[in-house]
């Protein structure tokens, strides 16, 4: 660090540090509270976030702030202001910085916290926002705690067991979902670690099996169907688990259980580079930070390869995995950005993603247009196909998501040859009087995949002539494509992989432009290979291929 930018943080440590003040927070002659136990943390943060929030500034996707501007009586609601509240920049900070210098900033920044939020129940003491605060300051009570000024220390202290009581009687309230499991987190957290929370232990216990229940399906998975928050909560669980190893305390059988389905159900969206497939508007995230959380979670699963609930269906040969979704879309109440990708797949060869989905922003915020975002959600922003341009779950003008699929059929079977899989939805029935059932096999040597899109009568509703149809394959950034003469075909070539063919019958390959929404929420140009064509009143079916030319 130079001595300007050394300088220039002295002077924002200068400003927030308001250590005196604080004392109006203690009552004269209490005995400061004191933590039995710190968990550590065996994840690493971020490192170039840390190395910005030690020079001042606080980052997050696309947006930045400046801590010598910063407002917590103002930072409520919303992405950057909830990721303020909980604190969990603190691991950032931790993995730039050593104790001394990390503490001098991270005290300023709770100092602010305490200074807004300390003496009154407002929105930061929103459960799940407690929850989450609860597992990091204890984390990183290094961090937060190193103060020489007592009344500092105190304050913070008498703060967080009165979050931690809070909690106790709130955490029931947080929505259901990950949001529940976090505030539960944090009341069986704060039983563990804070001074005379033992009695809170096992009813935090019971409202955290509750609240697994109730937010994840029998698979593991999340209902709300979204890869991202299914890393959230394997990082919950993970930070739980160490807080009970401090406490030398052994977890619940069912909680553990649980958290080792969650891993699974993680493991079965990620692709050949260790990042996630993209579906419900995520991004696949960065490789190297969901590896660090998969490796310093405590945990270890197989990645869920058949799940019916979680709806991630896993096929793997040879290093050459694909992931479709066969399941409905998630519901509205607990998934905001829910899409219409039933029966759409990504797929990769080793390290390469080949055939993927566009994405979207994910939770962090990022430089998308709120139309581009609402289009990111469409099936035909999928590798699946769509009919007469038409959604296959309807997005409605507020975004939420309307009438579609409300039944998925899966048939599967694996023998030494070859993983079979025969998904059908009925998205398209109300509308068209037709179900799209997708049939895929993966050979065991991974060097070839056939798949099928077959559309077949059903219900009363008919097509009077014909109707379009596409079926989309999204490339990857970096895949080149050259048609064949015979305009059936494609070469598939990539620098991380070995050339694929890819040929159709049944309908006319062209070629789009495309977009890919990249793990930091960044739009990249790509291409996509289209077989369209028109299908009747009785249906019809279009067959394609993927072929490893080596």
Not at 456 to 482: C, D, M, N, Q
Not at 530 to 548: A, C, H, L, T
Request: proline residues 5%; glycine residues 12%.
């Amino acid at each position: 660090m130079t001595a300007e930018g050394s300088a220039a943080q002295r002077a924002i440590v200068r400003k927030l540090a308001r250590g005196s003040l604080l004392s109006r927070f203690t009552s004269a002659g209490r005995q400061p509270l004191k933590l039995v136990a710190v968990p550590r943390d065996h994840v690493p943060g971020d490192r170039p976030r840390g190395e910005a929030l030690a020079m001042g500034r606080f980052t997050l996707g696309s947006e930045t702030l400046s801590l010598a501007d910063l407002d917590f009586a103002a930072a409520s609601g919303g992405t950057l202001g909830d990721n303020l509240q909980g604190f969990s920049w603190l691991r950032d900070l931790a993995a730039a910085t050593g104790r001394e210098r990390g503490a001098a900033t991270a005290e300023a920044i709770v100092g602010r916290w305490l200074l807004a939020h300390g003496t009154r129940v407002d929105d930061a003491w929103a459960p799940h926002l407690w929850g989450e605060r609860i597992l990091y300051w204890t984390a990183y009570a290094p961090y937060i705690l190193s103060s020489s000024d007592s009344g500092y220390r105190s304050a913070l202290l008498n703060t967080l067991a009165r979050g931690a009581r809070h909690l106790d009687a709130n955490a029931e309230k947080a929505p259901p979902g990950l949001k529940r499991v976090t505030a539960w987190c944090g009341v069986v957290a704060a039983g563990l670690l804070v001074q005379g929370g033992v009695p809170r232990v096992a009813r935090g216990e019971a409202g955290l099996a509750r609240a697994l229940a109730g937010a994840q399906f029998d698979d593991g998975g999340l209902v709300s169907r979204s890869p991202f928050e299914q890393v959230l909560l394997v990082d919950r669980m993970g930070m739980l688990r160490a807080c009970y190893a401090a406490a030398k305390q052994t977890i619940p059988e069912g909680i553990e259980t649980a958290a080792a389905a969650a891993l699974a159900a993680l493991h079965g969206v990620t692709l050949g580079d260790g990042a996630l497939s993209s579906w419900q508007g995520c991004n696949p995230g960065e490789a190297s930070r969901l590896t660090a959380l998969i490796e310093g979670c405590g945990l270890r699963a197989r990645p869920l390869r058949q799940a019916r609930g979680w709806g991630y269906q896993r096929l793997s040969a040879l290093g050459t995995i694909i992931v479709l979704d066969a399941a409905p879309p998630p519901p509205q109440r607990v998934a905001a950005q829910g899409s219409a990708s039933t029966l759409a797949f990504e797929m990769s060869d080793g390290g390469q993603r080949l055939v993927v989905n566009c994405g979207g922003p994910g939770p962090l915020p990022a430089d998308l247009s709120p139309e581009l975002v609402q289009a990111l959600r469409t099936t035909a922003a999928h590798s699946t196909l769509v009919l007469s341009d038409t959604n296959s779950t309807n997005i409605q003008q507020d975004g939420s998501l309307g009438k579609g699929v409300e039944d998925v059929t899966i048939d599967r079977s694996d023998d030494n040859d070859a993983t079979r899989l025969e998904a059908s939805h009925d998205g398209y029935v109300r509308s068209f009087g037709l179900v799209h059932k997708r049939s895929i096999m993966l050979g065991n040597d991974g060097k070839e995949m056939r798949g099928a899109d077959q559309l077949t009568a059903r219900g009363r509703r008919k097509i009077r002539e014909s109707v379009p149809y596409a079926v989309r394959f999204h490339l990857a950034p970096g895949v080149e494509v050259t048609t064949t003469a015979d305009g059936m075909g494609a070469i598939l070539r990539s620098r991380g992989a070995p050339p694929w063919n890819f040929r159709c019958r049944g309908g006319n390959l062209t070629t789009e432009d495309s977009l890919w929404i990249d793990g930091r929420g960044h739009p990249q140009r790509a291409t996509q290979i289209v077989v369209v064509g028109e299908v009747s009143g009785i249906g019809g079916e279009i067959g394609w291929q993927f072929r490893r030319t080596s």
